[in-house]
């Protein structure tokens, strides 16, 4: 009981400091906080909109960019309420209230005014938005089976008790395949994008430790599934859900009255789906628990992100060891700043403090570097790198910077 106690405590302790952090150094905000906030919404910083970007575009540039099997699509929000009644979710996308009864998280809204106001609802998945241009992505590119359909978009659900920070919200963000096969194909597919889904998890750089299959029972599973698992993360509340992968079986395009015709047997089929959806804000929180770290530097403990470079939301910050020296400053934005920033985009300027509280500053921020301009730099074009993780610096001529900046966000 005790160690269990221990447990609680230190998991508890690991939130606090990653909520305290976010908001420190501009990743995370409570929405509309200078009003008293407003439950299950968070605005999103400088620095976690960078990390959200860079995480949404490499699973972009793995997952759509980096095949050919694979077609993109932007849905509009708002959708005919037709949608919804035919995919079930008027009927059954409730959850219980305190009280036992069943509660419809859609949010609901009005298109038009007056008597001629018609019902729709903010979507409350991506998925949808996919199957009703299954067709259109079809007559306009002739796709061969198998093939995809991805998309990342806000979505909506009216929590009844939204918590836990990022991982339960009434706004959120998803990224989510809809992959077309043929039935007696599906499982051959359905094991092969379970493999992707942990290979993207280990690139972006999750600890895999902490990631966890479920196989979900019949009971729990969503009505339109056949078969699911879902990746569960160790996250200091608990384990709980983090991604999903579900064989929809043909339940949408057949309710939809969609169908496909295979030229290379000649006949209309309707095609199966397996879909994997992952959640941008639930990735954000997993990662930000996976690389969150502390150590002692100088006699004091450090707090700082181990992220992967390509990952960081700052690549690199430059910093001129003392700003009140115009030649130093002058030399690093002219000749270090500038052409990084230019190159790079995610880099920072920083001179607020001694380079000590620069240096803590930036590792907070999960900076894999650190880069200074002295004295020595002004005869000799050299510049100080500092590593992150391992505080080690070494020497760098100013024009070798570009080059070995880009071998280690690769």
């Not at 009434?170 to 379970?194: A, D, H, L, S, T």
Request: proline residues 4%; contains cysteine; charged residues 30%.
């Amino acid at each position: 009981m005790l160690e269990k106690n221990k447990k609680e405590n230190r998991d508890n302790d690991l939130m606090e400091k990653i909520v305290s952090l976010c908001k420190r150094r501009g990743f995370v905000f409570q929405g509309s906080e200078i009003y008293g906030g407003l439950a299950g919404t968070y605005d999103w910083g400088h620095f976690g909109l960078a990390l959200k970007n860079n995480i949404k575009q490499n699973w972009w540039k793995k997952f759509v960019d980096g095949r050919r099997d694979m077609y993109g699509v932007d849905a509009a929000v708002l959708m005919n309420s037709k949608v919804w009644e035919i995919s079930g979710h008027v009927a059954g996308f409730s959850d219980p209230t305190p009280d036992g009864k069943q509660f419809n998280v859609m949010f609901k809204t009005q298109i038009g005014a007056g008597e001629e106001a018609s019902v729709s609802y903010l979507r409350p998945e991506t998925a949808q938005g996919m199957f009703v241009n299954f067709k259109n992505t079809v007559d306009a590119f002739h796709p061969k089976l198998p093939f995809g359909m991805a998309q990342v978009g806000k979505a909506f659900r009216n929590e009844i008790a939204p918590r836990d920070f990022l991982f339960r919200q009434r706004e959120f963000e998803q990224m989510e395949i809809e992959y077309f096969v043929k039935q007696e194909n599906w499982e051959k597919y359905f094991e092969y994008w379970k493999g992707e889904m942990l290979e993207w998890m280990q690139e972006v750089g999750l600890d895999m430790n902490k990631v966890h299959e479920l196989e979900v029972e019949k009971e729990d599973r969503a009505h339109y599934s056949s078969r699911t698992i879902d990746f569960e993360f160790d996250y200091p509340f608990g384990k709980k859900e983090l991604f999903g992968l579900a064989y929809r079986t043909d339940f949408d395009l057949k309710n939809h009255k969609l169908d496909y015709i295979d030229e290379e047997e000649g006949e209309k089929i309707i095609p199966h789906v397996i879909e994997p959806t992952f959640g941008v804000d639930r990735a954000v929180l997993a990662l930000l628990v996976s690389v969150y770290a502390e150590d002692k530097k100088e006699g004091e403990v450090r707090s700082y992100l181990k992220f992967k470079p390509n990952i960081a939301p700052v690549i690199c910050a430059v910093s001129p060891l003392l700003k009140n020296k115009p030649e130093l400053v002058e030399y690093a934005d002219l000749k270090v700043y500038a052409p990084l920033k230019a190159e790079f985009g995610r880099v920072a300027w920083d001179d607020n403090g001694n380079i000590g509280k620069r240096y803590r500053r930036q590792d907070e921020i999960g900076t894999p570097f650190c880069i200074v301009i002295d004295f020595d730099t002004l005869t000799d074009d050299t510049v100080t790198v500092r590593d992150r993780d391992t505080g080690e610096q070494v020497r760098i001529k100013v024009d070798d910077l570009r080059s070995y900046i880009k071998e280690r966000i690769n």
